[in-house]
């Protein structure tokens, strides 16, 4: 009776549509989610259906023990973004231990394979992960800094793959030309964005926060918020003027993950049997990554992945099949990781049932 007096005194008529509203759009959010996968699993299902299943199969044979070393490859890529993640945080606060951050980083990059809006639900997964031995800000904090140093880098190698496709293979037809073109102009103005943000110290969410609450156009609980929100951001973009060493050590890990990346295409592509040069495997990497940003909304960036590889090699000279078993190789060590994150996430939550029914006992 008590536990009903209790449910019954929380749960108020004004909740319920509240309630509802949320089980609506969380509805909404997992049809979404269902159809881009679906979408991204048919296309995948195409290509390997024109290419044919059997070719792709000898192609994959092929790599044989090769696989441990694109597996290693793709976990060193994993333990150097927690390495910058764990100095992007305050050296007051790294309590947390490295060990922590890398656990963090499996965890959240296991919910950005099986999202659709997996960039926010997987930092934010970092950030909850991070928050047992460090408060939430300064996690939400470090998450952001390791990730705007890491898109800068991705632009830096972008730009330099997109002018090394030009000088060494040419523009190709009109299409790809224009496409070519969009990518720099985007890159150039993200580029631009991120570094006058960082050199001016811009609070653009705070801000605009304080412009809506104004008018009366902000939810409450975004007012409320505002200060750990300027909090926030207040570190992101000081960290470049308070903590300079820290910020070339990220930026550095950061360019150094590149490498490895580029490393892992030339080895897969030498282990499926096909010729390979650094400036293929640079280029390939370079425009993997335009697709891994455009398509981010399909989980795991299923299909497109594959296909995109595909058209990629296609440039390059390749055949569209080369391009589909490079990325199922790759694919291959993503799946570990992913696998690797998913444990974590189960054992953490685990831990954290455990610790909640021995407070309930007590």
């Given at each position: 009776m008590q536990s009903e007096n209790y449910l019954n005194s929380e749960l108020t008529p004004a909740d319920a549509p509240v309630r509802s509203s949320r089980s609506n759009k969380t509805k909404v959010l997992i049809w979404i989610q269902a159809a881009t996968f679906l979408a991204g699993l048919t296309l995948l299902a195409i290509l390997i259906y024109r290419i044919g299943y059997a070719k792709i199969l000898d192609s994959l044979s092929a790599v044989g023990w090769g696989f441990l070393a694109i597996l290693s490859l793709n976990v060193i890529r994993h333990l150097c973004r927690a390495a910058s993640l764990f100095l992007a945080i305050e050296p007051e606060h790294r309590a947390t231990g490295y060990w922590s951050v890398v656990a963090a980083r499996f965890g959240g990059e296991a919910v950005n394979f099986f999202s659709f809006a997996g960039p926010f639900l997987g930092d934010a997964t970092k950030a909850i992960l991070l928050k047992r031995n460090l408060p939430l800000t300064h996690g939400a904090s470090a998450v952001i800094i390791d990730n705007i140093l890491y898109y800068l880098s991705v632009i830096l190698v972008i730009l330099i793959g997109v002018a090394t496709l030009v000088v060494g293979f040419g523009s190709g037809g009109a299409g790809v030309a224009n496409a070519l073109l969009l990518i720099v102009?985007?890159?150039?103005?993200?580029?631009?964005?991120?570094?006058?943000?960082?050199?001016?110290?811009?609070?653009?969410?705070?801000?605009?926060?304080?412009?809506?609450?104004?008018?009366?156009?902000?939810p409450k609980f975004l007012v409320n918020k505002k200060q750990g929100i300027l909090d926030v951001e207040n570190n992101v973009f000081q960290f470049y003027h308070n903590r300079k060493a820290d910020f070339f050590k990220v930026f550095g890990i950061s360019l150094c993950v590149h490498v490895f990346s580029v490393a892992e295409v030339y080895l897969a592509l030498k282990f499926l049997g096909f010729p390979a040069s650094v400036s293929t495997a640079f280029i390939t990497e370079s425009l993997t990554k335009v697709i891994n940003v455009v398509f981010s909304f399909v989980p795991g960036t299923i299909g497109v992945y594959e296909g995109g590889n595909g058209v990629i090699l296609e440039m390059l000279g390749f055949t569209v099949a080369t391009g589909v078993a490079l990325a199922l190789v790759r694919r291959g060590a993503i799946l570990f990781s992913t696998t690797v994150g998913l444990i974590i996430l189960v054992w953490r939550g685990a831990a954290r049932g455990a610790r909640h029914i021995a407070r309930t006992d007590d």
């Open positions: 102009i985007f890159s150039v103005v993200g580029f631009s964005i991120l570094v006058l943000a960082i050199r001016h110290r811009i609070t653009p969410l705070s801000w605009l926060i304080t412009k809506l609450a104004r008018r009366d156009k902000v």
